[in-house]
């Protein structure tokens, strides 16, 4: 596989996010694969943040502290509620075609 772990070119702390473009290119990477990557990471257990305000510093770090980590716990949760809540629909929609 790769050389090079992708936690090698995420930095410490929210003020050194790093936004996905460079880290694809930092990884040589397509963006897609930079992202497949970072969530291969977060499952085997290595804490990545990210930011995504909209704001030229959004990107990737790894938390120095529960400052740093306590607004991507916030964002991925509301992230989780959303979906549950518009899979709500699709839910319904499915039972009554399958009571049909």
Do not use: W
Not at 31 to 57: D, E, Q
Not at 77 to 93: D, G, Q, V
Request: aromatic share 8%; with cysteine; glycine share 4%.
């Amino acid at each position: 596989m790769d050389k090079h772990n992708v936690l090698d070119f995420i930095p410490f702390g929210r003020e050194n996010a790093i936004p996905m473009s460079e880290l694809a290119k930092r990884l040589n990477k397509d963006p897609r694969t930079a992202r497949k990557l970072v969530f291969h990471a977060r499952i085997n257990g290595s804490v990545i943040c990210s930011t995504c305000s909209g704001n030229k510093s959004d990107g990737y770090f790894r938390p120095v502290s529960a400052e740093d980590v306590l607004p991507y716990i916030r964002l991925q949760k509301s992230r989780i509620s959303s979906a549950k809540a518009a899979l709500k629909a699709a839910e319904s929609f499915a039972n009554d075609v399958e009571k049909e």
